[in-house]
């Protein structure tokens, strides 16, 4: 029973909220919208369990003194702190002027910029050693590449501002993100999309069990 | 050491530094470049510019600080086009470490065009629960968003007065860099509310929504800072995407020519190991 109520459950309301897609009757979409409702608290949840988690994993990675764990001591703290914070300040604690919005805008958001903008760095290293050109595909794709990267900023059209507009870097990387790009990235999506139908069906069906326990 | 050998073993520093410096520069020494208006960008300005005067959007900003310079100033020149257009804004925001930034963002075009907060843009802050929140929204969007970021009564608003769900809307404009967004929007709004969807995108995502583009299922795209540079273009400004144009074009030639050279490199080592 264990396993059997679940795979009941899962099929129910997997079944119900397909329906509820197609019949806009209230016997329908009063429950479907208490089901969604019902998510999003869930979710919610997930947080809180998330936090706690993330707090009993951290606090015995330092106990234990494991390798990196003067770094958790900043995480534990990060976390301790935003979490006091946000509720000395209550209700409103995401307003304009609070103190939990400074720390948002001081330390928060200009880490999470610094993370992303080392991208740019780590990238032009990359390309200087790890693209490398040895089969036709390679090179296939380093020309569409380097046609799309310069076709996309303004200099790509500066560069080849002497030729007739359909020849410009800025056509070409027009044409090439147009056909052959959104094609193959049609199919890859259409690919895709049959692949979660099919997943979902046998979610309901009780074929994909691994949600329950890790097993198949 | 033969060059080959010192060019293989060269310090990747030398090129941080370089791209640290073609980045720089230009910003403090712009340099003037050509911006031209792609069908893209053009689609989303015209959807914009169709609303009726006065109308009430949904702008839905979904990326974090990550995303900051290529979706943040898609979000000002937004903001802007609708408060010209004397349209009101209200804003969500499904990333959880967004509401702070897109906040920002929002009370600062607000002030900087004299509009009142709450009668003519609202934020409703975070809400978590993914694709669920946006589902939800379908029913009832003050339901779903009981508090504003500053957890004030969303009904008490007078913006929010006569807003139910996405039909309250004449268009939904997403801004986003990833999961939760654009196309969860998409999959699980413009279908089944039928809603008008424009969309503002990081230029890493900009090419899975072509599709949409195509299929009628998105009415209008920015694609990363240039495509929010395009758009700046478009609304006669010259904002933070114009200017990032420019370090944004040298880095990218930069990048090309490191593909380049390290090829060469290659090529040049298989033929000396050859001789």
């Known amino acids: ?216 | 050491m033969s060059l080959v050998k010192r060019l293989e073993t060269f310090d990747r520093r030398w090129i941080f530094l370089t791209v640290g410096l073609l980045v720089l520069l230009p910003l403090i020494w712009p340099v003037p470049l050509p911006i031209t208006v792609g069908p893209r960008a053009q689609k989303f300005y015209d959807a914009i510019e169709a609303l009726p005067e006065g109308s009430t959007v949904l702008l839905a900003c979904d990326y974090d600080p990550g995303a900051k310079p290529e979706l943040v100033p898609m979000t000002r020149s937004v903001l802007r086009h609708l408060f010209a257009r004397h349209c009101k804004a209200i804003i969500t925001c499904l990333w959880n470490g967004g509401p702070g930034l897109v906040d920002q963002t929002v009370r600062e075009v607000g002030r900087e065009q004299g509009k009142v907060y709450g009668v003519d843009y609202v934020d409703l802050g975070y809400k978590a629960g993914y694709e669920a929140v946006m589902v939800l929204m379908g029913q009832s969007i003050p339901n779903t968003f009981p508090t504003d970021q500053s957890g004030g009564v969303t009904t008490s608003y007078p913006i929010m007065q006569g807003i139910r769900n996405y039909s309250s809307f004449p268009i939904l404009i997403s801004i986003s860099a990833g999961y939760p967004g654009t196309k969860e929007y998409v999959q699980q709004v413009e279908g089944r509310f039928h809603i008008k969807i424009i969309a503002g995108v990081t230029a890493v995502s900009a090419p899975e929504f072509y599709a949409y583009l195509q299929s009628g299922q998105l009415q209008g795209l920015l694609g990363g800072m240039a495509g929010a540079a395009e758009y700046e273009k478009l609304r006669g400004e010259s904002g933070a995407a114009t200017r990032g144009m420019v370090p944004q074009s040298f880095a990218h030639v930069f990048i090309a020519f490191c593909i380049l050279a390290g090829n060469a490199v290659q090529w040049l080592k298989r033929r000396e190991k050859s001789a």
């Open chain 1, 1 to 216: 029973m264990k396993r059997e109520i679940p795979l009941m459950a899962t099929a129910v309301i997997g079944i119900f909220m397909i329906l509820s897609f197609f019949v806009p009757h209230q016997l329908v979409s009063v429950p479907a919208d208490f089901l969604q409702t019902s998510a999003v608290i869930v979710v919610a949840f997930g947080y809180v369990l998330g936090g706690a988690n993330a707090l009993r994993i951290n606090f015995d990675a330092i106990y234990k003194r494991r390798e990196g764990w003067p770094y958790k001591i900043v995480l534990v703290a990060g976390l301790l702190t935003m979490v006091t914070v946000g509720a000395i300040e209550g209700r409103g604690f995401q307003g304009e002027h609070t103190r939990f919005t400074w720390i948002y805008n001081s330390v928060y958001s200009p880490m999470q910029s610094t993370m992303f903008a080392l991208l740019a760095f780590y990238i032009a290293s990359a390309a200087f050693r790890a693209f490398r050109i040895r089969t036709l595909e390679a090179a296939l794709l380093a020309v569409a590449a380097l046609i799309v990267m310069i076709g996309r900023v303004p200099i790509g059209d500066w560069l080849t501002h002497a030729l007739p507009a359909p020849y410009r870097l800025s056509a070409l990387q027009e044409w090439i993100m147009d056909n052959p790009q959104n094609s193959a990235k049609r199919a890859i999506l259409i690919g895709a999309a049959l692949g979660v139908m099919a997943t979902g069906l046998r979610v309901i069906l009780g074929l994909e069990r691994s949600y329950l326990s890790g097993e198949d």
